[in-house]
Every structure is written in C-alpha cells, then in structure tokens.
C-alpha cells in the first residue's frame, strides 16, 4: 500500500514540475513592426472605433490586416505600459465576441532558425475559423504562456502582446506554414 502512495505521489509531483517548466521557459525577444508592405504581403491599419480606444485606454493598441493572393492574416499589438489588466489570453477575448474555442495549447515553433513559443487557438464563428498564435515580449524575453508573462511583468518594462491569426483557417498544417512565413517577414531581426 505504501509504494502505490508512494508511486502516486511521485506521478503527482512530476505533472506538477512540468507544468511549472512550461509556465517558467522563455525565449528570446520576439517582436513585430507593422509595414504596408512586408515581401508579398500588403497591410494596412484599421481604423480603431470608440469601443476598441475604451477597452484599451491606458495601453498603445493596434489592429493590422494583411493579405495575399491565398490569405489574409490579423495582427493585434497591444503596448502593455502601467495597467496589465488591459492583457488577457485571447480566448477569452474570442469567447466574450461570439467566437467557440475548439482548441488552445502551448506550441514551440521556429522562425528563421529562432525558437519561439506560442499559444496556439483553433476557433469558429458559424463558418468562419481562425487559428491564432499569441505571444508576449520584451526587449530581454518572450513567452507564449500568459501566466508566465503576468508573472515577469513589472511596471518599468514595457511588455507587448501579440495576437497573429489567419483567418479561414481550413488545413492546420499550411495554416502553421502561411503564419510562420508571414512572422518571418514581419519580424524585427
């Protein structure tokens, strides 16, 4: 009886660590400038209405689109200055909008020989799908797990969150492709 605790307390203390490593890793930088063109991608900044300027007062918020022949893409970069509470993971965001969330984890991909990790949100709205990748970042560090980046927050930093989707998202492994292409290109190296 004791080697089955023994046994089950060890499995416990193991899902445990790992949860923590995956909460506590970062990579290096990684941010992203806006350009109207970007290789073969065209963008453009859309307009913010009263409800997107009320959500994000106290923060530098911007919403970009950008398109191809076969895609378009959104951008959402939020400048977190003083208040982190304008910050929060985009399902929620998704939800709170209509939107179902039909899967969101934890990926590490790679741009450019540079690893990166993301969360990674599959959602729908009726017809429409998007598949997302968020990820916050300073000028030391990035992550892509929110908790992670709540806890390395501090006022003096300024921290930025990115939101990268593609929108009509029907096969995941060219949406992945399209989306790692198009952060190549628009990241600042």
């Not at 998202?169 to 628009?186: A, M, P």
Request: hydrophobic residues 40%; aromatic residues 12%; charged residues 25%.
């Amino acid at each position: 009886m004791d080697i089955v605790v023994f046994c089950m307390a060890m499995t416990a203390a193991t899902a445990v660590m790992l949860m923590i490593g995956n909460i506590t890793k970062t990579y290096a930088p990684c941010k992203v400038s806006f350009q109207p063109v970007a290789g073969k991608y065209i963008g453009m900044e859309m307009d913010k209405d009263k409800s997107f300027e009320r959500f994000f007062k106290y923060s530098d918020a911007h919403h970009y689109k950008y398109s191809t022949v076969s895609a378009n893409f959104t951008l959402l970069t939020v400048d977190c200055h003083h208040d982190i509470h304008e910050i929060h993971p985009a399902s929620h965001c998704l939800r709170s909008s209509g939107w179902t969330i039909e899967s969101e984890k934890p990926i590490q991909i790679t741009i450019d020989e540079k690893k990166l990790n993301v969360t990674e949100v599959k959602a729908s709205w009726g017809k429409s799908k998007i598949l997302l990748w968020v990820w916050y970042s300073n000028d030391n560090v990035s992550t892509g797990n929110f908790i992670c980046f709540r806890r390395l927050w501090r006022k003096s930093e300024i921290w930025s969150s990115y939101q990268l989707g593609i929108m009509d998202s029907k096969d995941l492994d060219e949406s992945r492709s399209q989306l790692k292409d198009i952060l190549s290109t628009i990241m600042i190296k």
